[in-house]
């Protein structure tokens, strides 16, 4: 089965090649500021690219989903695309649960204090998972800044080190992307950030065929290209 991951378009979507694929996944950040047009006018795009099922969540630039949410998850929905805020679905025989909570920085949308604050959102994400999103990464994974900070969230790895998804699909951190793995850990690690830093150029999304589980606790996931 064939995924495309994507991840911060900032509305540079348009300068996108999305290859045709049963999943498009899109990790957060769609919009430069999350107003309605921005958000109107990304999935007009997203809604026209060729793909069997599409699923979405928000990041911290997309203040839209934050602040009313009803009307987000209604202008997402009315495309085909599965919306997802700390829930879960079953998409293509893929059990799949999405976040788009970071760490606290500055004013931003879906932002949590580092701590219990967010640990209590981790701490939905079930056991079993084929494809995990969240818009942030775990710590020390694909999370490192152009400053050398380590920007990932320390519950989150603790949490996928417990529940061992076999895909952690993210973003966030524009130029740490690329895969990463944990020693003694089956789970891929993908920050698929499209944006890279300012001035502000896209790469290409990444690819990745995953099948789902033939039976409980089995399944294989094969190269990603980007």
Same mark, same amino acid.
């Given at each position: +089965?064939?995924?495309?991951?994507?991840?911060?378009?900032? +509305?540079? !979507?348009?300068?996108?090649?999305?290859?045709?694929?049963?999943?498009?996944?899109?990790?957060?950040?769609?919009?430069?500021?999350?107003?309605?047009?921005?958000?109107?006018?990304?999935?007009?795009?997203?809604?026209?690219?060729?793909?069997?099922?599409?699923?979405?969540?928000?990041?911290?630039?997309?203040?839209?989903?934050?602040?009313?949410?009803?009307?987000?998850?209604?202008?997402?929905?009315?495309?085909?695309?599965?919306?997802?805020?700390?829930?879960?679905?079953?998409?293509?025989?893929?059990?799949?649960?999405?976040?788009?909570?970071?760490?606290?920085?500055?004013?931003?949308?879906?932002?949590?204090?580092?701590?219990?604050?967010?640990?209590? !959102?981790?701490?939905?994400?079930?056991?079993?998972?084929?494809?995990?999103?969240?818009?942030?990464?775990?710590?020390?994974?694909?999370?490192?800044?152009?400053?050398?900070?380590?920007?990932?969230?320390?519950?989150?790895?603790?949490?996928?080190?417990?529940?061992?998804?076999?895909?952690?699909?993210?973003?966030?951190?524009?130029?740490?992307?690329?895969?990463?793995?944990?020693?003694?850990?089956?789970?891929?690690?993908?920050?698929?950030?499209?944006?890279?830093? +300012?001035?502000?150029?896209?790469?290409?999304?990444?690819?990745?065929?995953?099948?789902?589980?033939?039976?409980?606790?089995?399944?294989?996931?094969?190269?990603?290209?980007?």
């Amino acid at each position: +089965m064939r995924l495309v991951l994507l991840s911060d378009t900032h +509305m540079h !979507h348009e300068s996108l090649t999305v290859p045709p694929c049963d999943v498009l996944i899109h990790a957060g950040d769609f919009t430069g500021r999350g107003r309605r047009n921005e958000v109107e006018e990304f999935l007009r795009w997203f809604s026209l690219c060729e793909a069997r099922e599409k699923v979405l969540i928000a990041g911290n630039h997309d203040f839209l989903c934050e602040e009313a949410p009803d009307l987000a998850r209604s202008l997402i929905e009315q495309t085909g695309a599965r919306y997802l805020q700390d829930e879960e679905a079953l998409v293509a025989g893929l059990r799949i649960w999405g976040s788009p909570i970071t760490p606290r920085f500055g004013r931003w949308a879906f932002n949590r204090d580092r701590g219990p604050d967010i640990a209590a !959102h981790w701490k939905l994400i079930p056991e079993g998972l084929d494809i995990l999103i969240t818009h942030g990464p775990p710590h020390g994974l694909g999370d490192r800044t152009w400053s050398r900070v380590n920007a990932g969230c320390e519950d989150l790895l603790a949490r996928v080190r417990q529940v061992q998804p076999r895909l952690h699909v993210f973003g966030h951190i524009h130029e740490a992307h690329g895969e990463y793995s944990l020693p003694g850990l089956s789970t891929r690690f993908l920050n698929v950030a499209n944006c890279r830093l +300012m001035p502000f150029g896209v790469r290409p999304p990444i690819v990745v065929d995953l099948e789902p589980r033939p039976t409980p606790g089995h399944g294989d996931v094969s190269s990603a290209r980007g």
